[in-house]
């Protein structure tokens, strides 16, 4: 019978013979003539050199490249002596303790063969469940098998009772209590007085290292709910500086944050609300304020993040658009913006028209001056009835701009230059 396992890799004026996927001196070919199926010569075997070598007689005459083939063994005493050398060392192998010893064994359901010592063999009982834990890869997905939580796999993984008991949530100053040898030592850990069980809060020097909890609603009904606050003072004198943290619900509105700081009787606030706005009664100072929010068109993955423009004047602006007729338009900025009418007027100062784009043609256009939040667009076409986008800006000229500390009290305009603090 042909042996055609494989293919064959030839080399254009080369005896090599290289198999791929073969197994010449598995198969005890030990001669015979292959036959590629390709252009060129029969190759007779000079020798197999392993299961994926071949030595032929001839060198190859066709084209270089991997073919499909047939070997014909050939038929004569060496195959013959071949076979039987090969049966005889199987025939050796077969004939020793170890196998008889397995071979003594009648095979069960649920069982397993195992060496009982030297030359004997028995079997064992190994269960479906058994079996579940020897297919699994590792140490973790045995002990998933076993039901063992993962929660409970991380405190097996602890190398001491230390790292076990962090794995258990436990923090470091409760461990540090836990290892005291008695109550006199826990008071010690404590930092506790022994006449009063407990450091009192208004320690003049308190090393306060963990967080400060207190729970539950101190003023409760009405229409706020508060909580005790966390108050930092300079002294309990009347007029002290004094900073207040307290923690506020207006019942059915919102929960805030809120911090006070008062000194010589005045006082102003900062709230931080549930829905997350900051109220904050003075300026904000940064190097830079931006906006940043979920990416419109992939909020899941993507952020956007828009910078305000800066300048130096406390600014305001409005736009809109407004239709010419007969030529004119007044635009009245407090009903465009949506305002209440003389909010404008009352707010800015310096009021000037920036812009005026004519969207439909090609007018030119000019604005009349702003007087109580309101000012006329002039066309030079008598008969224009053009739509104009327009652009305003102005400065802020409101009581609390005038209270600020980087703003003239006076006019109530940016102070955008100022020697810093301790400058000489």
């Known amino acids: 019978m042909n042996y055609t396992t494989g293919t064959i890799t030839l080399t254009n004026g080369s005896a090599a013979v290289t198999g791929n996927g073969t197994g010449w001196a598995t198969a005890l070919i030990a001669g015979g003539v292959i036959y590629p199926q390709a252009a060129g010569n029969p190759l007779p075997i000079a020798s197999v050199d392993s299961n994926t070598a071949i030595t032929a007689e001839t060198e190859w005459t066709g084209a270089t490249g991997t073919y499909a083939y047939a070997l014909a063994r ?35 359901a649920d069982k397993l063969a195992y060496f009982s010592g030297s030359s004997t063999a028995a079997l064992t009982t190994l269960t479906p469940f058994a079996r579940t834990l020897i297919d699994d890869a590792n140490a973790s997905t045995a002990l998933t098998t076993l039901g063992v939580s993962a929660f409970a796999k991380t405190l097996l993984e602890d190398a001491d009772a230390s790292a076990a008991l962090t794995t258990l949530g436990v923090s470091a100053f409760a461990k540090t209590l836990l290892d005291d040898a008695d109550a006199s030592s826990a008071r010690v850990t404590l930092g506790a007085q022994a006449a009063l069980g407990y450091t009192p809060v208004n320690a003049a020097t308190p090393n306060v290292t963990g967080s400060l909890v207190s729970t539950g609603w101190f003023v409760s009904g009405g229409a706020f709910n508060n909580t005790r606050s966390l108050i930092l003072q300079q002294s309990a004198a009347a007029g002290a500086v004094r900073a207040e943290m307290q923690a506020l619900e207006r019942i059915g509105f919102y929960y805030t944050w809120l911090f006070r700081l008062s000194a010589g009787g005045a006082s102003v606030d900062m709230e931080f609300r549930s829905d997350g706005s900051l109220t904050v009664p003075g300026s904000i100072n940064g190097a830079a304020k931006n906006f940043l929010i979920d990416h419109p068109l992939d909020p899941t993955n993507r952020d956007l993040t828009f910078a305000s423009t800066e300048s130096p004047h406390y600014g305001v602006e409005a736009w809109g658009v407004a239709r010419l007729e007969g030529g004119r338009v007044t635009v009245d900025i407090d009903a465009t913006s949506h305002l209440t009418a003389g909010t404008w007027a009352a707010l800015t100062q310096n009021t000037i028209v920036t812009s005026l784009q004519n969207q439909d043609g090609f007018a030119r256009l000019k604005p009349g001056p702003v007087a109580g939040g309101q000012f006329e667009i002039i066309a030079d076409d008598e008969t224009c009835g053009d739509l104009v986008a327009w652009r305003a800006v102005a400065d802020r000229n409101d009581t609390i701009i005038r209270t600020l500390g980087n703003a003239d009290p006076e006019t109530g305009l940016l102070i955008p230059e100022a020697d810093k603090a301790g400058a000489a």
């Open 74 to 108: 050939q038929d004569d005493a060496n195959q013959v002596i071949a076979n039987a050398s090969a049966l005889a060392d199987y025939i050796q192998r077969l004939d020793n303790e170890t196998l008889s010893a397995l071979a003594g064994l009648t095979p069960a």
